[in-house]
């Protein structure tokens, strides 16, 4: 139907005029044929007729009379599809004025029929578009209202500890230190905000080079875990790397995926620590590496999986700075590993909560 709707018209247009013109001839002369049995044994009808025949012509008047059967003939084929026409323009009138829920009716099978459904494409896109400006346009204002809390919360108190220390006041040399530790704690925080938020903006526009080699999963997960043996022994945590390979070989670059996993293993001590263990699954499935953390804390609510690795977003609605990080290592995360051509999931329940990453093998 997409292809020579011109033609289609054309043949279409052409049918009809034939069968009209076809259907006004066989009309008017049964019609004559009626007309003449009817006045059989009437003669002043038959002697009107015969005079308005005289008078104009016997062809003419069948002329005429076929002339008018055609265009009524005509106007009666085409009729449907006038009034869809109208109810088509309705439609568009009526959604022109913002109401994009409404859709324009499908019927028949020609050429209006393709109309209608482009017409009902276009609104669904155009809906589609308003949509993503809109929620575009929320994710603008959250990410300005989220980046001036985070920045602010650790500045407020940079200034407040150092104006403490500004103005002498302070008890002793002690308190000063502490003031000055406390102040560049904060300041701390707020340098792996802005490098967080600098390097999500980097990757969101696709600036971030990657320098890919080769090199194997599952050396590289028990550096990690003999680089976070202290951390996890603070936590009163055990990490157990299970895996029945040697060596899981995938093309990728190392410092980019090490914070993939590093920014994984720290939520896990950070939020699982209740389990008091992480376990690290390495397995090759097909033709890709996968890879899944887990922790046995408590369970994330089902209502805050889909959002998980939305920029900013936070379990902890309370956004308290000592119970969270800075909102963007998830969704560093998942970028960093679709930029390996890679995928990130996660599933939690009464038991367990489980990042899962599938890496293609090199």
């Known amino acids: 139907m997409n292809s020579?709707?011109?033609?289609?018209?054309?043949?279409?247009?052409?049918?009809?005029?034939?069968?009209?013109?076809?259907?006004?001839?066989?009309?008017s002369f049964m019609s004559v044929i009626i007309v003449e049995r009817m006045t059989r044994n009437d003669y002043s009808s038959r002697s009107f007729l015969r005079g308005i025949a005289d008078l104009f012509g016997q062809m003419p008047v069948i002329?005429?009379?076929?002339?008018v059967l055609f265009i009524v003939y005509m106007i009666a084929l085409n009729w449907r599809r006038f009034s869809y026409y109208d109810k088509l323009s309705r439609s568009v009138a009526y959604i022109s004025k913002g109401n994009f829920d409404h859709t324009v009716p499908v019927k028949q099978n020609n050429e209006v029929t393709l109309l209608a459904e482009n017409m009902n494409l276009l609104v669904l896109e155009l809906k589609r578009s308003l949509d993503?400006?809109?929620k575009t346009e929320q994710t603008k204002n959250e990410l300005i209202t989220n980046v001036s809390h985070d920045l602010r919360t650790p500045l407020?108190?940079?200034?407040?500890?150092?104006g403490l220390v500004e103005h002498d006041r302070y008890r002793d040399e002690v308190e000063m230190r502490h003031y000055v530790q406390?102040?560049?704690?904060?300041?701390?925080r707020l340098n792996v905000l802005i490098h967080d938020l600098?390097?999500?903006?980097?990757?969101?526009?696709?600036?971030?080079?990657?320098?890919?080699?080769?090199?194997?999963l599952v050396e590289m997960m028990n550096q990690l875990l003999v680089h976070y043996r202290l951390t996890l022994e603070s936590a009163k945590m055990k990490g157990n790397l299970i895996t029945n390979v040697n060596e899981l070989t995938i093309e990728g670059?190392?410092?980019?995926?090490?914070?993939?996993?590093?920014?994984?293993?720290?939520?896990?001590i950070s939020y699982g620590n209740a389990g008091e263990k992480v376990d690290i699954y390495l397995n090759k499935q097909n033709e890709s590496a996968i890879i899944e953390i887990v922790n046995y804390g408590d369970a994330i609510p089902a209502a805050d999986l889909p959002n998980l690795f939305d920029r900013f977003y936070r379990v902890d609605k309370s956004r308290s700075e000592n119970n969270g990080g800075t909102g963007l290592g998830l969704a560093i995360a998942k970028g960093l590993v679709e930029k390996h051509n890679g995928t990130i999931s996660v599933t939690s329940d009464g038991d367990s909560t489980n990042f899962r990453i599938r890496l293609p093998l090199s």
């Open 4 to 27: 020579n709707i011109a033609v289609r018209m054309a043949w279409r247009l052409a049918w009809q005029m034939v069968i009209s013109a076809l259907l006004s001839i066989v009309t």
């Open 63 to 67: 002329i005429l009379a076929c002339f």
């Open 132 to 134: 993503e400006e809109r």
């Open 156 to 162: 407020t108190s940079i200034l407040g500890y150092l």
């Open 182 to 188: 406390i102040a560049y704690a904060k300041a701390e």
């Open 198 to 216: 600098f390097e999500y903006t980097r990757l969101r526009h696709d600036v971030i080079p990657l320098n890919k080699k080769n090199f194997n």
């Open 253 to 268: 670059d190392p410092d980019k995926l090490v914070r993939v996993f590093e920014n994984l293993l720290s939520n896990a």
